[in-house]
């Protein structure tokens, strides 16, 4: 990492996807303060690099959301998955797998916070997308919620 860090500089997108790689593998040993550090600094270098709208950012907001989940701080997990979502259709539209993703992973956190009513909405909003780009009779839109 320091080698990168020296040769590219701490603002390349290569140093972020090493920032990020590390926050994996935080997340994977479950801790999650270091795994936000880590992904904060992808975020921002990709936000210097990319701007705000770029499809990458929504998936550092994913990552995000995925270590507040671990902490159960379910209310940041909403606010960054809703970040990734917003970005995704706002570049990519709606029918995308990325919003499927995200679609789903706020339907997630409606179910652990309880709010069965919108975690449905969400996964009914995933699957109708799911639908429309792989059919109805397709494998992985039987599977979706698995």
């Known amino acids: ?39 904060y600094k992808a975020l921002e270098v990709k936000k210097k690099v990319l701007g705000e709208y770029h499809p990458d950012i ?25 970040r990734a979502l917003e970005i995704f259709e706002r570049k990519l539209g ?15 956190v409606y179910k652990r916070q309880g709010d069965f009513s919108n975690a449905l909405d969400c996964y009914f909003t995933a699957l109708e997308i799911q639908k429309g780009i792989l059919g109805q009779n397709h494998p992985e839109t039987a599977t979706i919620f698995l």
């Open 58 to 82: 929504a998936v550092s907001y994913n990552n995000i959301g995925l270590v507040f989940i671990g902490q159960a701080d379910y209310q940041n997990a909403l606010v960054y998955y809703t």
């Open 94 to 108: 709606r029918n995308t797998f990325q919003s499927v993703t995200s679609y789903n992973n706020i339907g997630g």
């Open 1 to 39: 990492m320091k080698i990168k860090e020296m040769v590219l500089g701490p603002d390349h997108l290569v140093t972020a996807t090493s920032y990020n790689n590390i926050g994996i593998v935080y997340v994977d040993m479950n801790k999650y303060p270091e795994a936000l550090n880590y992904y």
